[in-house]
């Protein structure tokens, strides 16, 4: 990929802790039933491997299109959401796509996602050309308008949002989750970014890389950026055996499975995910996975 070296201003921020909801009492009633005395975020079953990595999660969902036309700041784009409203509002994530490439190369997240029991907006950006600090501010200007201004705006709490994307839109939520310390969670797949230091990021941050990119080489990208990162920050770092850099433009269970744990533990809060961040995956699929687990 060959792009322009973009500079961006540096957010200085402070450093936030991350709150814990403490709930007196109770334990879970089994691997498959609903949590007794559950956190006030906690949606849906208890989880377990196979609601993970099952093509849908237990939520039923609907979408809608969103016109260029109708916004500020990003391309339009989709809305994904949950259709029952009965456990009370969602947590959401913006989804950025990569340089040159639409959201419909990675759309497969969308619902995904939202059927686990959140409200993604799956983006189109500016132009196809965009560089990450743009593909950056462009997935703030979307949850602000998902959040503010959208239809699905009341099945939303404002203070619960991630975002995340593919290769510069990778490089993008980087950018994003230096610039907006109060997100809680940020998802980079394959990214490509020019800066290598995020020593200021904050936010909860899962960075996922294929073994065999050469686009994005993990070695030149996923790694530093990993590195960087303090740990007090929370991070992990899932390397996915033989891999390209497309490897999220098909169906990929492990980014998936992963993806969902880490948006449940850290947008949602809800502990019972922790046992598939710490220890982690395994298995012929995964080169590598890395996790500072001080959240366990």
Not at 6 to 24: D, I, Q
Not at 243 to 271: C, E, I, Y
Request: hydrophobic share 35%; net charge neutral; with cysteine.
């Amino acid at each position: 990929m060959s792009s322009p070296t973009t500079t961006r201003p540096r957010f200085a921020v402070a450093r936030l802790a991350v709150a814990a909801v403490l709930v007196a009492g109770g334990v879970l009633s089994g691997p498959t039933g609903a949590a007794q005395a559950a956190g006030p975020y906690e949606r849906g079953p208890a989880p377990t491997t196979a609601i993970l990595e099952a093509s849908r999660g237990p939520f039923a969902t609907a979408s809608q299109s969103v016109s260029s036309l109708s916004v500020t700041g990003f391309g339009g784009g989709v809305i994904y959401y949950p259709t029952s409203t009965s456990e009370g509002t969602f947590g959401a994530i913006a989804i950025s796509p990569g340089y040159t490439a639409a959201w419909s190369s990675i759309s497969w997240l969308g619902p995904r996602i939202a059927s686990h029991g959140f409200v993604v907006i799956g983006i189109e950006t500016n132009t196809r050309l965009d560089q990450p600090d743009s593909r950056g501010r462009q997935l703030l200007a979307a949850l602000d308008y998902l959040t503010q201004r959208s239809s699905v705006r009341t099945r939303i709490d404002s203070s619960r949002l991630a975002v995340a994307g593919h290769s510069m839109g990778g490089g993008g939520t980087l950018e994003a989750a230096s610039s907006r310390p109060s997100l809680q969670a940020a998802v980079p797949l394959a990214p490509w970014n020019l800066d290598k230091g995020w020593s200021e990021l904050r936010v909860p941050t899962l960075i996922i890389g294929g073994e065999s990119d050469t686009v994005a080489p993990v070695a030149s990208h996923s790694v530093p950026f990993y590195n960087s990162i303090p740990a007090s920050a929370e991070k992990a770092y899932l390397e996915l055996n033989g891999a390209s850099h497309f490897f999220p433009q098909t169906t990929n269970t492990p980014t998936a499975r992963q993806m969902v744990a880490w948006l449940k533990r850290f947008v949602d809060d809800d502990t019972r995910y922790e046992q598939f961040l710490c220890p982690g995956p395994s298995g012929s699929q995964i080169e590598e996975y890395r996790n500072t687990c001080p959240s366990a």
